[in-house]
């Protein structure tokens, strides 16, 4: 079964930064557009960042100006640089393919708290 490993998070101040990481299957990463994903208790996960096979990258709102999200095709991986952070950004962060009908399974995520 294909994994999707996330990495990276942690507690942070608010203003604070952190940069996450996704190992990804060789076998989909690079053919594939690839978001990142938050999901916080009692609501849905939502996409983030997205950033297709060739580079084009898109923002939520509410992180556009704030995240980067990049990848590096030769290791496979992910990554979601997040600055400015602020307590609203608090949740579990996942990667995944971009498009719903061929999401790999979801890996464990990894835990981003912001607090003073």
């Known amino acids: 079964q294909v994994q999707l490993v996330e990495s990276g998070g942690g507690l942070v101040q608010p203003g604070g930064s952190l940069r996450l990481s996704c190992a990804a299957p060789?076998?989909?990463?690079?053919?594939?557009?690839m978001s990142w994903y938050r999901q916080v208790p009692g609501k849905q996960r939502e996409p983030v960042a997205t950033?297709?096979?060739?580079?084009?990258?898109s923002y939520a709102d509410s992180v556009k100006g704030r995240f980067t999200i990049s990848r590096d095709n030769a290791k496979n991986t992910l990554y979601l640089q997040m600055n400015s952070l602020k307590p609203a950004d608090t949740a579990v962060y996942y990667c995944?393919?971009?498009?719903?009908?061929?999401?790999?399974?979801w890996g464990q995520g990894t835990q981003v708290t912001v607090s003073s």
């Open positions: 995944n393919i971009a498009t719903q009908r061929l999401f790999a399974a």
């Open positions: 060789a076998s989909f990463f690079s053919s594939s557009d």
């Open positions: 950033i297709t096979r060739g580079g084009s990258t």
